[in-house]
């Protein structure tokens, strides 16, 4: 569901900008006034681990389209909406800059649909009140369900409201909704059910990890050593060997795209589009998760698909890399926050 800068027009996406780092100034304010620093580290793996899960694109059946995880919900489980939404705007950068996976005109659109509605909606007003304060493994399942399910239809609709707002485009409202809700609906189960597994996992080796079930100003008072070790693990097998069983068929936004318009990809329209694009083919030194190859066809609008499974240095590179990249930024930003409250608190003393 990431989104290109050829859907946004310049107006709707600088007011998504604009909107979203709004929104972590605002997560950065209040994990800072949190002052748990032992939550950052666990920050950085979980956001390692999402980047490479968000590779796996899965095959919806009967539909000749895939999904992938967005992992919003996941984050705010274990993290709380704050970090989460910091962790998740970090990926979403990642993504963009160095591996042209969404737009940059797109990624306030972005972080707001895939972190904003799951953390900030979803988490607090669905997911809390069905797992409630006594946890068990099936409210966990039915909270994850109710909630990845309705998070990916408020995102699809959110992506098609930008859309439709931008006017750029040749994606009617009526028949893009038609298509991006169903296709979502089925991700979303996907979603729900992978949340739950991996919410069930953390649940049973570290349960006061989801204290921010219960706890408005969360703090992790126990060791995530073990926790943070599998998850490290899994996003090194993930992102380097798993990533070559990904579908190459479309995602559900480019399928609804292309029964839509069909079209899978959109021209850019304005110097602002061309000229972002040249920024994003400088930065994206693994585009599509992948080594540069030239004339590299689109799935889904090219007779030669690629080979399934794609078994590719560069797409286990892209997976190391750009988990890597992820949790180095998460840890600096975290470390760059603890060193703002220590200063404010230093100045507050004297004062």
């Not at 709004?22 to 580290?41: C, H, N, T």
């Not at 966990?140 to 098609?160: D, H, K, P, T, Y």
């Amino acid at each position: 569901m990431h989104m290109a800068d050829a859907l946004i027009s310049p107006a709707v996406g600088g007011t998504m900008w604009c909107a979203s780092a709004g929104l972590i100034g605002y997560s950065a304010r209040k994990l800072r006034q949190e002052g748990d620093d032992r939550k950052v580290p666990l920050m950085g793996v979980l956001g390692a681990f999402v980047f490479a899960a968000q590779m796996i694109n899965f095959s919806i059946p009967g539909t000749g389209s895939s999904g992938h995880l967005g992992g919003g919900m996941l984050l705010a489980i274990l993290l709380g909406p704050y970090a989460a939404l910091l962790v998740m705007a970090s990926i979403l950068t990642v993504q963009a800059l160095f591996f042209a996976d969404g737009g940059l005109l797109a990624l306030g659109c972005n972080i707001f649909n895939l972190g904003f509605i799951p953390c900030f909606l979803v988490y607090p007003l669905v997911y809390r009140s069905i797992a409630g304060r006594n946890q068990t493994k099936q409210r966990i399942l039915v909270a994850s369900l109710v909630a990845a399910i309705l998070g990916l239809q408020l995102g699809a609709f959110s992506v098609v409201l930008e859309t439709v707002a931008s006017g750029i485009s040749e994606l009617p409202f009526g028949t893009f909704v038609l298509l991006m809700q169903p296709i979502h609906l089925a991700i979303g189960v996907v979603e729900g059910l992978a949340t739950a597994a991996v919410v069930g996992f953390v649940w049973q080796a570290r349960p006061e990890i989801l204290g921010t079930i219960v706890s408005s100003r969360p703090k992790i008072k126990t060791a995530t050593g073990r926790v943070a070790a599998v998850f490290l693990v899994s996003t090194a097998i993930i992102g380097g060997v798993l990533s070559w069983f990904a579908s190459t068929a479309p995602d559900g936004l480019e399928w609804a795209m292309q029964r839509t318009s069909g079209k899978a990809e959109l021209a850019a329209s304005s110097n602002t589009h061309a000229a972002l694009a040249v920024v994003q083919s400088k930065t994206a030194w693994l585009p599509d998760y992948d080594l540069p190859v030239a004339d590299r066809p689109v799935a889904g609008t090219d007779a030669r698909q690629p080979a399934w499974p794609s078994v590719s240095a560069g797409k286990s590179l892209s997976g190391l890399v750009g988990g890597g990249l992820t949790l180095i930024i998460i840890l600096l930003f975290g470390w760059a926050l603890s060193r703002r409250r220590v200063s404010w608190l230093e100045g507050d003393r004297h004062a």
